[in-house]
Each structure stands twice: as C-alpha cells, then as structure tokens.
C-alpha cells in the first residue's frame, strides 16, 4: 500500500490516490496525526499548503511526528515521493537537500513547463531515457530550488539531479527556468535514489482524461 500523507493544508492528496491507482497501485489517505501503517510499501508527499505555508513552505509539518517515521521508512528502503509541497517538506525533513525557496518573480506561478531527464538510472526516471524532454505543470510559490555551490557540485557529480528545467527542445535555459532554481533543478534524490523529490505535479499529467501522461513514469517509480 502506497501511503499518501495529509497535513492540514493538503489539496493534491486525493488527486495522488486516483493517479495511483489508475496504475494499479493501493494507495490510501493517511493524516498525519493517525502515523504511518504497517502495510506501507511506498510513501507519497502531496502538493499543498501544510500548515498555510506559515513560517516556511513545509517547515512546520516537516516537524510533524509521522515524519521520522517516514524517515525511518525510507532508511529501511521504502520509496518516498514528495510533489511541490510534499518536496518543500522532504527537504525541511532532511530527506533531500537543499530548500525551496520564493520564486524568482515573487509570484505564485501556475503553468505547464518542460523538463529534461538528467538521470534515467532512478526509480522514478527508469521508464525515460536520458535527455528526454517531458511537459509537466508547476503551481508554486516557492519553488526556487537553492544549495551551496559545494553541494551542488556534489549532487552533479553523483547523478542525484533528476529534472531539470529547459525549453522544449530540451536546452536549459534562464527563459525556460520559471522560478529562478539553481542550475535550473527541478527535482532531485537523497542519498538513495529511492527518495526523491521534485517541484512539477506528475499526477496532474497521469491520466487520459488530463490531457497529457507525461507524469506517468515518475509514479511507476513506485512499483521498481
């Protein structure tokens, strides 16, 4: 069973469960105050406000407790997905580096933008190729992905940038990077490649009906 934590402030939580399961995956709603069950095969940070965005974007329920236990979980090799807010969470939680900070315009930023596949060595970018270019949509306010210069170096050199930014020929450029991310990253892993987070909704861009199923294989990642 996948997982799909609820913070007070969650929006993208019941739009996870359908994308999930119409890849066949159980997945289930569970609020943060209730813990983690113990069928858990994978864990889903949904898009949102947690907690308003008050403080910082994912700084409060990143101190919830189920969230050590999500670390737990992924210490023992559970997958762990967390989507725009659910990234802004993972990475306040230690589960990925860096922070998400106000985008570049100051503005909430809602469109659909293109991504290019850094790494297609991960569960969530097996099913792409290397290079590939994907449409995924953004809505954020706080999505500008910022780390020390030292550390991204060090996420570069170890493959662990998963998306990056670019136009939709694949060139990464500033015009093509919507809320002024370092290196234009959209999404990155933790330590192991089974965490991972990313800014842009894959389950918004799952199904037929959506109009694009370019965010199906990042979901997949669930069953690898």
Request: aromatic share 6%; with cysteine.
């Amino acid at each position: 069973m996948i997982a799909v934590i609820q913070f007070g402030g969650s929006n993208c939580d019941r739009d996870s469960v359908q994308a999930l399961e119409s890849l066949g995956f159980d997945a289930e709603l569970v609020w943060h105050e209730d813990g983690l069950p113990e069928d858990v095969d994978g864990i889903m940070l949904p898009g949102g406000f947690s907690y308003g965005d008050y403080l910082r974007a994912g700084a409060m329920a990143a101190r919830s407790p189920i969230m050590e236990e999500v670390r737990d979980a992924a210490d023992d090799g559970t997958p762990v997905l967390g989507v725009c807010n659910g990234a802004q969470i993972g990475c306040e939680s230690s589960l990925t580096p860096g922070v998400f900070t106000t985008n570049e315009s100051a503005r909430f930023q809602c469109e659909h933008v293109h991504l290019r596949v850094e790494n297609a060595d991960t569960p969530w970018t097996r099913h792409y190729e290397e290079g590939d270019v994907v449409e995924l949509p953004i809505a954020h306010g706080e999505g500008r992905y910022e780390i020390t210069d030292e550390r991204l170096d060090e996420l570069e050199a170890d493959d662990r940038i998963i998306f990056k930014y670019c136009d939709e020929d694949g060139n990464v450029t500033p015009e093509a990077n919507p809320n002024g991310s370092k290196h234009a990253v959209a999404g990155v892993t933790g330590e192991a490649d089974h965490v991972a987070v990313m800014m842009p909704h894959p389950e918004r861009a799952s199904l037929d009906d959506l109009g694009r199923t370019d965010g199906k294989p990042v979901l997949q990642g669930f069953a690898d």
